[in-house]
Each structure stands twice: as structure tokens, then as C-alpha cells.
């Protein structure tokens, strides 16, 4: 649990010295932040794969993966219903005779701070390999985050830190009592996926290609379902 510790203490973190900085973080330093983030994410999610792709028995999964989880969450538009939500809600700029309202900073800070492969695939690492490295480079991005939010909305932004460790710390504990169902040839295949998916959000942060990894995430479920139908037929 260090990790989703870890994380939630750099949402508070942040939460607190973005509320210092009222007007704002300087654009060119946010840039350098993200660029940082994203070259990070790249490096994580490229070594995933490599790592994993030689001990993998199913070398094609992971494309069949991708490409049913892609159709799945394109069906599902999650990509589109996570970025309405967050334009539903005006920035700073735009609501220059109103205060922002906390309550649309949270929503859009809970969105951006759960729903995530790092945020998915971390907890799982952690609690079945004592693998935090996920988790504390999410918690890196997440104080980026949170600072450049908590600098809009102020300190209550704070206040998604518990929620940011009851979505981890379930997964955490799912995970941990289901870890003697769960096979290396599983996490395997699933870190390869989750990796491809690391690299694809670093792509998006550098603003290189937009891959609609929201739209992929499903991709991570096929694996299990794969395995479950493996053990039942008992191939």
C-alpha cells in the first residue's frame, strides 16, 4: 500500500501549493512538467513491454487485446464521455466573472486522477509483485496535476485524495485476495497490454498522437476474460 500512500500524499501536496499559487503556474512551466510526465510514462511503459514480451506463451493476445478492448470502449465512447465531462465544466478563463466551483474542479480532478492505466495497473503491480514503481510515477503526475487544478479551484481539491485511495486501495485489496487465482502467464499478459497503454498516455501528454487511450483501457480485461475461459475449458 506505499505506493497508493505515496500517491494520495502528493495529491495533498499539491492540492496545498496550487492553492498558494492563486494566479497561476506560468505556461512554459507547466510544459516543461508534462513533458517531463510524458517522457516518463514512454520510458515505463516501453520497458513493460520489452520485459514482459519474452516470457509471454500468448505473443498475439496482446494485439487481440487492444483491438477488442479499442472496439469495446469505442463503442462505449469512453474517451468522448470523459472528455464531455470534463468540458462540461468552464476553466478559469472562461468564467472570469464567477468563481470556479469547487465541486466542477473535483469532478474533473477525481476523472483525471482514477481513471488511468497507472492508476489501474499500479495497485495490481503492488500488491502481487511489491512492484510501486507505477503507483509512485502516477503520484508524480498526479502532484503536477493537482497543483495546476488546486491553482484554479483552490484547496479543496484536497478532497480527492480519500477518494483517490479508496479506488487504489480496493484494487489493492481485490487483487491481494484474488492473487492466488492469478497466474505469472495472466500478469504477464496484462502488464503487456498495461504497458502499451502506459505508452500510449506519454504520447498524449507530449502531445504527439492522442491515441484515445480511454478508449483502450477494456483492452486490459480481455486478457482475464481469456484465461478465465482457458481454466474452464481446461486448456
Not at 79 to 86: C, E, P, T
Not at 140 to 168: E, H, K, R
Not at 207 to 216: A, V
Request: hydrophobic share 50%.
Amino acid at each position: 500500500m506505499i505506493g497508493t500512500i505515496a500517491n494520495t500524499i502528493t495529491i495533498l501536496l499539491g492540492s496545498c501549493i496550487g492553492s498558494v499559487l492563486k494566479r497561476g503556474i506560468k505556461p512554459q512551466y507547466q510544459k516543461v512538467m508534462f513533458t517531463a510526465m510524458g517522457l516518463a510514462s514512454l520510458a515505463l511503459g516501453f520497458n513493460a513491454v520489452c520485459r514482459n514480451m519474452p516470457q509471454s506463451h500468448y505473443p498475439v493476445l496482446f494485439v487481440l487485446s487492444l483491438a477488442i478492448g479499442g472496439l469495446i470502449g469505442t463503442i462505449l465512447n469512453l474517451d468522448g464521455r470523459f472528455k464531455a465531462l470534463v468540458d462540461r465544466h468552464p476553466s478559469e478563463n472562461s468564467t472570469a466573472d464567477k468563481a470556479p466551483s469547487l465541486a466542477q474542479g473535483l469532478s474533473t480532478g477525481v476523472l483525471l486522477f482514477c481513471i488511468g492505466t497507472l492508476s489501474i495497473v499500479g495497485p495490481i503491480n503492488s500488491a502481487l509483485l511489491g512492484d510501486n514503481t507505477f503507483l509512485f510515477t502516477n503520484a508524480t503526475l498526479d502532484f503536477v496535476t493537482s497543483t495546476v487544478l488546486a491553482a484554479t479551484y483552490g484547496i479543496g481539491m484536497a478532497l480527492a485524495a480519500p477518494i483517490l485511495f479508496c479506488w487504489q486501495g480496493s484494487i489493492y485489496l481485490i487483487a491481494r485476495l484474488c492473487g492466488n487465482i492469478i497466474s505469472d502467464e495472466l500478469l504477464c499478459e496484462m502488464s503487456i497490454v498495461g504497458g502499451t497503454l502506459i505508452a500510449a498516455s506519454g504520447l498524449a501528454i507530449l502531445e504527439i498522437k492522442d491515441c484515445k487511450t480511454l478508449n483502450l483501457l477494456p483492452a486490459l480485461f480481455v486478457p482475464v476474460v481469456f484465461f478465465l475461459f482457458k481454466g474452464l475449458l481446461g486448456i
